[in-house]
C-alpha cells in the first residue's frame, strides 16, 4: 500500500516567522514531488514541485527533498496570513496517478 | 490559457438516482486525471485516460461508476445508480504527456461537490 504521511496539525505561526511543513512516502520508486494549496471549498492548487535530490526555491518558498530518507519538506519564509491554508503533499511516478496525503492545515496569525 | 473545467459544482441527489459529472482539461493535455475526496479523508484517485483510452482505473470503486473520454477531449464520470457513500468532491485534473522528463505536474479544477441523501 502506497502512502504519504503529513501532520495534519493545526500548525499555527505568526506572522513573519518560517513555517514548515514536513511529509515521508512510503514507495521508493517515486520521482516527482508535489505541494498543493488547497483554500477551504476550493480546489487544490499547485505552488511547488521538486524531483532530484536537495532544496528549490521559487520566492519565499522551498522544497526539500531527501530521496534517502524518503522526505519532502516545504518551507515557507515570511509566513502571512494569506498563507493560511491546508498544504497537501503528493507523490507519483512518471504520468501516473498522485497519491496524497491528509494535509497539513496552516494557522498564519497577523 | 483556461484551466481544468468542471461541471456542475454542486450536485444533490437521492440514492438510487444517476448523476454525471463533466471535465474539461486545458487544451492540448493528453492525460486526465480523476479523483475524489471524501470527508476526512485524502484525495484518492479513481482512473486516469490517455487521450480516449483507460491507462488506469483501479482506484474506481465499483461498476456503479463509469467514465468516458469520447474523441479524447472532456471526459465524463457517471454514477449509476447514487449511494450514501458516494458524497464527497470529484476532482478532475489534466497534464501533459509525461514520456519527457519529470516532474509530470497534475492542474485540478475546481471539483464537484455531489452529494447523496
Known amino acids: 500500500q502506497k502512502e504519504v504521511e503529513q501532520n495534519s496539525g493545526p500548525l499555527s505561526v505568526p506572522e513573519g516567522a518560517i513555517a514548515s511543513l514536513n511529509c515521508t512516502y512510503s514507495?521508493?520508486?517515486?520521482?516527482?514531488f508535489f505541494w498543493y494549496r488547497q483554500y477551504s471549498g476550493k480546489s487544490p492548487e499547485l505552488i511547488m514541485f521538486?524531483?532530484?535530490?536537495g532544496d528549490k526555491e521559487d520566492g519565499r518558498f522551498t522544497a526539500q527533498l531527501n530521496k534517502a530518507s524518503q522526505y519532502v519538506s516545504l518551507l515557507i519564509r515570511d509566513s502571512q496570513p494569506s498563507d493560511s491554508a491546508t498544504y497537501l503533499c503528493?507523490?507519483?511516478?512518471?504520468?501516473?496517478?498522485?497519491?496524497f496525503g491528509k494535509g497539513t492545515t496552516l494557522s498564519v496569525s497577523s | 490559457e483556461a484551466g481544468v473545467t468542471q461541471f456542475p459544482s454542486h450536485s444533490v441527489i437521492e440514492k438510487g438516482q444517476t448523476v454525471t459529472l463533466r471535465c474539461d482539461p486545458i487544451?492540448?493535455?493528453?492525460?486526465l486525471y480523476w479523483y475524489r475526496r471524501v470527508m476526512g479523508k485524502e484525495i484518492k484517485f479513481l482512473l486516469h485516460?490517455?487521450?480516449?483510452?483507460?491507462?488506469?482505473e483501479s482506484g474506481m470503486p465499483n461498476n456503479r461508476f463509469l467514465a468516458e473520454r469520447t474523441g479524447g477531449t472532456y471526459s465524463t464520470l457517471k454514477v449509476q445508480p447514487a449511494e450514501l457513500e458516494d458524497s464527497g468532491v470529484y476532482f478532475c485534473?489534466?497534464?501533459?504527456?509525461?514520456?519527457?522528463?519529470?516532474?509530470?505536474?497534475?492542474?485540478f479544477g475546481p471539483g464537484t461537490r455531489l452529494t447523496v441523501t
Open positions: 485516460f490517455v487521450k480516449e483510452s483507460k491507462q488506469d
Open positions: 503528493a507523490v507519483n511516478q512518471a504520468g501516473t496517478a498522485l497519491i
Open positions: 487544451s492540448g493535455h493528453d492525460n
Open positions: 485534473a489534466s497534464s501533459q504527456d509525461p514520456s519527457g522528463a519529470p516532474p509530470y505536474e497534475q492542474y
Open positions: 521538486i524531483y532530484s535530490n
Open positions: 514507495d521508493r520508486g517515486s520521482q516527482s
